[in-house]
C-alpha cells in the first residue's frame, strides 16, 4: 500500500492540516490561540512542515517534496521529470484535503468570525500591500531560497558523506520558519504552489459560512512565482553540481 503517490498525497494534508490550522487558531474568533501572532504562524508552520516529512516518509516517499516547485527544482536538477505529474497531483489533492479538515476541525468558528478575508487567510495567502510585480518578485526570490538552501542541506559537496540519518527534516524545518520570519511578512510565504491553490479551491467550494471571494485575481502569484523560483533553484544546483 505504501507508495510514493500516498506519500506525497499524506505527508502534503498533514502539513496543511497543521499549517493552516495555525492560522485558522490565530485568525478565527473565540479561538483560544486568537490573536497569538506571527512568531506562532512561522512557528507552526515550521513544525507542520517536519510532521509532513516525516509522514510522507512512512507512507512510502522517501523524497518528501510536499511542494510541486521542490518536485520541479529537482526534476531539473537530475534530468528526470517523470515524478513531475504524480507529486503535483498528490500534493494539490493532499492539500484540498487537509484545508477541508481544518474546515470542519473549525466548524463553529467560522459563523462567528465575520471578517471574510480572515476566512480567506486561513486557507490562502494574500499580500500585504498589493503590488503584483513586487508580490510575484517575493515568492520567486523565496521560493528560491528555500530550495537553493535544501540543495546545500541535501548536497555532499557541505557535507563529505551527506547529512545524518533524519537529521534532513528538521533543517529543513528551520529553513522555513526563517524564511516565514524574514521574507514572509510580504505575501504570507506560500513558496509552494500546492499550498496555496488546494486550499484556495477548498475555499471555493466548501461552504463555509459567511465566506466571501476566494481571491482568484491574486491566485496566479503564489502558484507561478514559486514554479518560477523552483526553476531558478533547480537551474542554479545542476549548474553547480550539487
Known amino acids: 500500500m505504501r507508495s510514493p503517490f500516498l506519500g506525497e498525497f499524506v505527508g502534503t494534508m498533514v502539513m496543511i492540516l497543521l499549517g493552516d490550522g495555525v492560522v485558522a487558531g490565530v485568525l478565527l474568533k473565540r479561538s483560544k ?5 506571527w512568531l506562532a504562524i512561522t512557528t507552526a508552520w515550521a513544525f507542520a512542515v517536519l510532521c509532513g ?14 511542494n510541486p516547485a521542490i518536485t520541479l527544482a529537482f526534476a ?9 505529474a504524480p507529486f503535483v497531483t498528490a500534493q494539490v489533492a ?35 500591500i498589493r ?5 510575484f518578485f ?16 541535501t548536497s555532499k559537496l557541505v557535507l563529505s558523506t551527506g547529512p545524518a540519518a533524519g537529521v534532513t527534516p528538521y533543517l529543513v524545518s528551520c529553513v522555513v520558519w526563517g524564511i516565514g520570519l524574514s521574507l514572509g511578512g510580504t505575501t504570507g510565504y506560500a513558496i509552494n504552489p500546492a499550498r496555496d491553490f488546494g486550499p484556495r479551491l477548498a475555499h471555493a467550494v466548501l461552504p463555509i459560512a459567511g465566506k466571501g471571494s476566494s481571491d482568484w485575481g491574486y491566485a496566479g502569484i503564489p502558484i ?15 549548474a553547480i553540481g550539487a
Not at 490561540?33 to 501572532?37: D, K, L, P, T
Not at 503590488?131 to 508580490?135: M, P
Open 53 to 66: 516529512v516525516f509522514t510522507a516518509n512512512l507512507f512510502g516517499s522517501p523524497d518528501a517534496h510536499l
Open 131 to 135: 503590488h503584483l510585480a513586487v508580490n
Open 94 to 128: 493532499g492539500a484540498f484535503c487537509g484545508a477541508a479538515l481544518v474546515w470542519l476541525h473549525y466548524l463553529p468558528h467560522w459563523k462567528v468570525t465575520e471578517d471574510p478575508a480572515l476566512k480567506l487567510g486561513v486557507f490562502c495567502t494574500a499580500p500585504a
Open 76 to 84: 531539473l536538477k537530475t534530468g528526470n521529470f517523470h515524478n513531475i
Open 224 to 238: 507561478l512565482g514559486p514554479a518560477v523560483g523552483g526553476i531558478i533553484a533547480g537551474l542554479i544546483l545542476r
Open 138 to 153: 517575493c515568492e520567486v526570490l523565496g521560493t528560491t531560497t528555500l530550495i537553493v538552501v535544501i540543495g546545500a542541506i
Open 33 to 37: 490561540a486568537e490573536n497569538a501572532g
